[in-house]
């Protein structure tokens, strides 16, 4: 909502406070003001002047030579290129050493040999938006209509001396959606009167029911309904001192009928719709709703397809009108309209919703309508547009209003319990000051001793519980005069579960070897979410029943589609080695139809391209690949005491590599998946070489492990031994590894593999790995006989169990 200052004053004598100090006082009251604009973006030199003769430049087709009267004792003479100019026009000029919007300063000149002394302007020039200018002038300069002070101020004659405040507000407060609210809202915070506009209604001796009938069908769609008829409208532009007030609140003028109507919309926040009487096509209105299938072209000029769901605005046969969001392009008022039929009427905000949303039509009457307007002002805006018609556009109003009543206009009473409000507050207001903060908001209320009755005016919708009552004393009190209290009884110290200090220990690990944290959507689209989700013909994604679009229809089966999506939007911003991991939950079910709440599992997800190490004055480059991963997923292991319960064993996933996956056991039960994405995929997805993980994070988490028990440095020697095994190509190096240890016993402390090799010196279907093992006692130095017992009962245990041998 835009609220011109000058406009502001015309209900409420502010002008001792500075629209600054009216914003810091609006947001302290709970308005909050997003901007304070200044109309004149620095322009400063610019006057009325009159055009006494315009003459064709002597050597240019498309400039005139004009002296105009700028005030001083001689013309000017100026060169204007516009199409529009002549003689006898009343004409915006920035004189010499004027300023215009940029820092633009006008100098003398001299355009094709003839000097010019200044320039007429047009609206853009002054610093008018070009969707705010009339269509008149939407080409050339500005031209006044009426006859002005030569010498003038042209600033302040097109408004441009204002300041405008932009409100931000929240849907509750709708009744700061018109002049009048706002003007309310100010009188409450300086304890000013509010002056309502004076409407004078003259009319002849004719009956409007002579002209229209108005017939509701479903009164919960429409309580109210008034037709209004004015006769002999000449419709042409607005007055000035309008098109300055509607250019001021964001709306381009069109003319006096249309722009009264959305005058009043401003001032009243009633939306009201002017028909064309004699193209309405009958002397009803009915108001229904559509039929399926039926079509209208709106005053957009498109046409749009209705349902039972959209309420009409009818002749009785044909639709005039969207109830409360758009007119009809049949019954437009134009240039030869003379007769006027105004509606003003109160519509059901859900059928105004539901209507604007279907046809993705938003307008300032719906806006409205879906919040609520005043059910009180409904008939005084409709007769404040009637007189407005008949002062400004030479009209005469037809006498009565056609109308369908049925509209609720009672007044809500809340209870206000004194005592209660001061200690949910934390406050020790009197009651006077409560009465005189009532008295401000201009509610009226029964004193009952603690307890005081207050009656919401219709205007405030918003007013419904008690606590609504708390809050309007404590904006008018002032937030920042409520005292600071600590909470009474006992308090208990805030602390992590245990659960919570391992996830965060989780995303600390994770961050320190050098990933970054992405958080993304739990809504997917139905294709992302069968992507990496377990194969279980039991499990079926989990759909919305009313999504917001089919991309967000689902929820994620798996964290990897989403992360996909942050590397391409990174890689198509040259942003090429990227490291990300993400903590956050999957939702599946076992039902197709849903009945109780889907199974949440909290996951760890990540996912590596490009290069992992980088040393530019070494040359050295190393790319992620799929070890590089798993050593990340062991760590982490291993930050919990588990690398001794975990390990990998090669499986083939959807949208996988068949080669280079592998699933991440926890004690023999499936705890996750890492490896390098399939080619195909990774070409689908846009994506380079890219290698994930996922694991089931509360698995992870909810492992019992014996708590860290710390040793001392040995202080004896250990003997370490290396020896190179050939076994046959599908045999795992963790499968040896783990043999390896079970058998070593106490004395084996550490088993590495350092090398694997197959190739023409190796018989076909066998491969070599070589391992270094660590022997160590901590009560004493080994011997070489100790170390050897040991040694080859584990070269035994290799050959009895998987047939390892000794390469030679």
């Not at 006044?144 to 302040?156: N, P, S």
């Not at 207001?429 to 009952?448: C, H, M, P, W």
């Not at 939950?585 to 949440?600: C, N």
Request: a negative charge.
């Amino acid at each position: 909502m835009l609220v011109s200052y000058k406009w502001l004053q015309d209900y409420v004598k502010v002008d001792d406070v500075t629209p600054k100090e009216i914003a810091e006082k609006m947001t302290r009251g709970g308005i909050e003001i997003d901007f304070v604009h200044e109309l004149n973006q620095g322009v400063r030199g610019v006057v009325v002047g009159y055009v006494r003769s315009c003459e064709q430049h002597p050597n240019a087709d498309k400039l005139n030579v004009c002296q105009v009267d700028i005030g001083e004792e001689e013309p000017v003479q100026i060169v204007c290129g516009a199409k529009n100019i002549a003689a006898g026009q009343y004409v915006a000029v920035a004189k010499v050493g004027a300023v215009l919007p940029g820092n633009f300063k006008i100098k003398k000149a001299k355009l094709r040999g003839e000097a010019s002394h200044g320039m007429i302007c047009s609206l853009q020039e002054l610093g008018i938006e070009s969707k705010l200018v009339h269509k008149d002038f939407a080409e050339g300069i500005y031209v006044f209509k009426e006859e002005v002070e030569v010498g003038a101020d042209a600033l302040a004659l097109l408004n441009l001396d204002d300041t405008v405040l932009e409100l931000d507000l929240t849907p509750n407060r709708s009744d700061c959606l018109n002049m009048l609210g706002v003007a309310y809202e100010v009188a409450a915070l300086y304890d000013r009167e509010v002056e309502l506009p004076a409407v004078s209604l003259q009319t002849n001796d004719e009956h409007a029911s002579d002209y229209i009938d108005v017939n509701v069908e479903n009164t919960d769609d429409n309580p109210y309904y008034g037709a209004a008829i004015i006769k002999d409208v000449k419709v042409g532009p607005s007055p000035l001192w309008l098109q300055n007030r509607l250019t001021a609140a964001g709306i381009r003028p069109i003319s006096n009928v249309v722009d009264i109507t959305n005058y009043v919309l401003l001032e009243y926040g009633q939306p009201l719709h002017a028909f064309d009487y004699d193209k309405f096509g009958s002397k009803e209105v009915v108001v229904r709703r559509a039929r399926e299938g039926e079509k209208m072209i709106t005053l957009d000029e498109a046409e749009r397809a209705l349902s039972t769901d959209h309420l009409l605005i009818t002749n009785g046969e044909k639709p005039m009108a969207i109830a409360g969001v758009m007119g009809g392009q049949t019954s437009e008022v134009s240039d030869e309209t003379t007769t006027i039929l105004l509606e003003a009427a109160y519509f059901n905000p859900a059928a105004v919703r539901k209507a604007s949303r279907d046809l993705g039509l938003r307008s300032d009457s719906s806006a409205r309508f879906e919040k609520g307007v005043d059910p009180s002002r409904v008939k005084a805006a409709g007769e404040r547009a009637a007189a407005l018609i008949a002062e400004l556009c030479d009209g005469t109003i037809v006498s009565g209003v056609v109308e369908s009543d049925q509209l609720n206009r009672e007044e809500v009473q809340v209870h206000l319990n004194l005592p209660r409000m001061n200690n949910r507050l934390g406050t020790d207001i009197s009651k006077a000051d409560v009465e005189g903060i009532f008295n401000r908001l201009q509610f009226t209320y029964e004193d009952q001793g603690e307890t005081l009755v207050i009656s919401a005016p219709t205007r405030r919708g918003d007013i419904q519980i008690e606590e609504d009552l708390f809050e309007e004393v404590a904006r008018l009190y002032g937030y920042d005069t409520i005292p600071t209290t600590l909470p009474v009884g006992a308090t208990t110290q805030g602390a992590l579960t245990p659960y919570q200090a391992k996830r965060r220990r989780v995303r600390r690990y994770l961050e320190s070897v050098g990933l970054t944290q992405a958080i993304t959507y739990s809504l997917t689209s139905p294709k992302k979410a069968e992507g990496f989700a377990e194969e279980s013909p039991a499990e079926t994604a989990v759909r919305l029943a009313m999504p917001m679009s089919e991309d967000r229809s689902t929820m994620r089966t798996s964290l990897i589609p989403h992360l996909f999506d942050v590397l391409t939007y990174n890689l198509n911003r040259k942003n090429q080695d990227l490291h990300l991991y993400e903590v956050g939950s999957i939702f599946t079910s076992e039902e197709k139809v849903l009945t109780s709440q889907p199974v949440e599992r909290e996951m760890v997800a990540a996912a590596f391209t490009g290069l992992w190490l980088e040393h530019p004055w070494q040359g050295e480059k190393k790319p992620v690949d799929f070890f590089v991963v798993k050593g990340i997923v062991e760590g982490l292991f291993a930050e919990f005491g588990l690398e001794d319960q975990v390990s990998f064993k090669q499986a083939k996933r959807p949208k996988m590599h068949p080669g280079r996956t592998a699933v991440i056991m926890l004690n023999d039960v499936e705890a996750g998946f890492i490896g390098q994405v399939h080619p195909s995929t990774e070409k689908e997805e846009d994506l380079r070489e890219t290698y994930v993980f996922q694991l089931d994070l509360e698995m992870l988490l909810n492992v019992d492990v014996e708590d860290v028990v710390y040793q001392g440095l040995p202080r004896f020697p250990s003997i370490q031994r290396d020896i190179a095994l050939v076994v046959n190509s599908e045999v795992q190096a963790g499968e040896v590894e783990k043999l390896i240890s079970q058998t070593g016993g106490s004395l084996l402390r550490s088993v590495q593999l350092f090398d694997l090799y197959q190739g023409e010196h190796m018989e076909e279907g066998k491969k070599s790995l070589a391992f270094s093992l660590t022997y160590l006692d901590p009560e004493k130095t080994l011997t070489d006989e100790d170390v050897t017992l040991v040694h080859e009962k584990v070269l035994e245990e290799l050959q009895a169990q998987i047939g390892a041998s000794l390469r030679s």
